[in-house]
C-alpha cells in the first residue's frame, strides 16, 4: 500500500525535507509514504476563495486513482497514536491507496473536503505547513512502529 501525502507547498527548507526524508525511508515498502507537492498559488489580497479552489482542483488531479482520501483539518477527528495504527491497519487491509490531504495557508477547498471519506485533525492549534509534513510522516512511523512491536513506539 501506499500513503500519499499531497500537500500545498513547495521550495521548503533543508530542515523540512531531512526531517520528512528521515521518517519516510524508515517505513518499509508494504507501508510506502510519498510526497506530492502542490505548487502553490500567489497570493493576492482577496483572492482567497479562488486560490483555494484552484489549489484544490490541482490535489484532486494528484490523486491515485480509488484512494481513500483523508483530509488533516483542524475539524477533523482529533487521533491518538493508537487511533492512527488502528487507522493504519485498516488502510493496509483495505489495499487502496490512501491519500493525506494538507491544503495551504487558506485551508482545503469545499470540493477536497467533500471527496473525504476520513477527516484528521493533528490539533485544535495551526501550525506550519511544512511542519506538518514532518509530524505527519513520524506520526505514520509511529503508528506502524506500534502495528510491528516496533520499539520505536516506546
Known amino acids: 500500500m501506499q500513503i500519499h501525502l499531497i500537500a500545498v507547498g513547495n521550495k521548503m527548507p533543508d530542515w523540512v525535507q531531512q526531517g520528512y526524508s528521515e521518517y519516510a525511508k524508515r517505513l518499509p515498502r508494504e507501508c510506502e509514504l510519498i510526497l506530492k507537492e502542490i505548487a502553490p498559488d500567489k497570493r493576492r489580497s482577496g483572492d482567497t476563495a479562488r486560490i483555494t479552489r484552484d489549489e484544490g482542483e490541482r490535489m484532486i488531479a494528484a490523486l491515485p486513482a480509488r ?85 520505536y513506539h516506546r
Open 67 to 151: 484512494s481513500h482520501i483523508v483530509t488533516l483539518d483542524i475539524p477533523g477527528k482529533p487521533w491518538t497514536t493508537e487511533n492512527l495504527s488502528q487507522s493504519l491497519k485498516r488502510w493496509l487491509g483495505n489495499g487502496q491507496p490512501v491519500a493525506l490531504m494538507v491544503g495551504g495557508p487558506e485551508g482545503l477547498s469545499q470540493q477536497v473536503k467533500d471527496m473525504a471519506q476520513e477527516s484528521w485533525s493533528l490539533s485544535p492549534l495551526t501550525f506550519p505547513h511544512p511542519l506538518v509534513r514532518v509530524v505527519v510522516a513520524e506520526q505514520i512511523y509511529r503508528a506502524w512502529s506500534l502495528l510491528n512491536n516496533h520499539p
